[in-house]
């Protein structure tokens, strides 16, 4: 008996694992030249495609309400650890850590992350460790990252840095639907590659795109970067000025107004760079159109310095829309 291909692609894995639900729908052609030719595994193998799915809401128990994790799938090689309860102030507000068990992002690899808060929730997501995307002889990576947020929630979505390694080639997107009465604090950092080693800009091309939007679809904030380098340089002064590290916070509220949060993350970041011994670094705060929030952008040479400069941005903001101290992340 022969079965139609069409059954055979709604059997296998579902439709989580059909082209149309992990593939992006446009890849930018800094990375898409590379075409998807298998050097080993291609596209769709198993262990090339990574599904992960959480949707938080607010629960009732013994009369305290707390965010919890109602629908949890992954397929390796994305994983979660079990949400921790470990902040004093908020014992409500969940710590989830993203794994991936395959230590790094290869050729032909196609990830999708699905985050859904639901009203009132309270969450903090961030990885376990360095986003490595390794050397790649044929083909790309892409990474899908997808945000819900509901009416008056409160999320942090802070992953780690993301390490291209010498060749590689990856395009990450982080999409966000968020309610106007919600509030997102997103960071993004990205290194030139192994700095220790001596790697700098020496990948073949890393594209991103963060966007965020109000449910209705109106953008409200839009950030692309495509960097291709060239002989161990990326652009010009107006991209990275020679620098090996970009990292962005935004922070996108309707609790505080955009002036105090903008005011509140330079704040914070100047007092770290001027205690740093980078001199290589350099910052900018603005606020977002639409009294939508704030956002800030960095760039330098010490990782150190980098990873201050994130936490303790971030940290402000939690502290200036809370009323709370943020914890020490654990890792």
Excluded: C
Excluded at 16 to 24: S, T
Excluded at 27 to 37: K, L, N, T
Excluded at 164 to 180: I, K, W
Excluded at 203 to 208: D, K, N, R
């Amino acid at each position: 008996m022969t079965i139609p291909v069409q059954r055979l692609g709604d059997r296998y894995g579902g439709a989580r694992l059909q082209p149309e639900h992990y593939e992006p729908a446009h890849v930018p052609v800094e990375v898409a030249r590379f075409g998807d030719d298998a050097h080993t595994l291609p596209i769709g193998s198993p262990g090339k495609v990574g599904i992960l799915e959480l949707d938080f809401e607010l629960r009732e128990a013994h009369g305290v309400q707390r965010t919890e994790l109602v629908h949890h799938y992954q397929k390796s090689p994305l994983q979660i650890i079990k949400p921790l309860y470990y902040n004093p102030l908020r014992p409500d507000m969940p710590y989830t850590y993203l794994v991936t068990t395959g230590g790094g992002v290869l050729h032909n690899d196609r990830q999708r992350t699905d985050l859904a808060f639901g009203p009132g929730t309270s969450a903090h997501v961030t990885t376990q460790a360095h986003t490595k995307v390794y050397r790649m002889e044929s083909g790309y990576a892409t990474a899908l990252v997808n945000l819900e947020i509901g009416a008056d929630a409160y999320v942090e979505y802070l992953p780690d840095p993301v390490i291209p390694y010498v060749d590689s080639r990856f395009y990450q997107r982080t999409a966000v639907s968020l309610h106007p009465d919600a509030t997102l604090l997103a960071g993004e950092v990205v290194y030139a590659g192994r700095l220790t080693r001596g790697e700098h800009n020496a990948y073949a091309a890393f594209a991103s795109d963060f966007e965020v939007s109000r449910p209705d679809g109106v953008p409200v904030a839009i950030d692309r970067a495509r960097l291709v380098p060239h002989e161990g340089h990326v652009g010009g002064p107006a991209v990275l000025g020679g620098r090996d590290i970009i990292a962005s916070l935004y922070v996108v509220t309707s609790r505080v107004p955009a002036a105090r949060v903008a005011e509140t993350l330079h704040e914070a970041v100047r007092a770290v760079v001027e205690k740093s011994d980078d001199d290589a670094a350099l910052f900018g705060v603005s606020a977002l159109p639409h009294e939508a929030g704030a956002w800030l952008r960095y760039v330098g040479d010490d990782t150190i310095t980098s990873a201050n400069v994130q936490s303790t941005a971030a940290a402000a903001a939690h502290e200036l829309i809370t009323g709370g101290i943020a914890p020490k992340i654990r890792k």
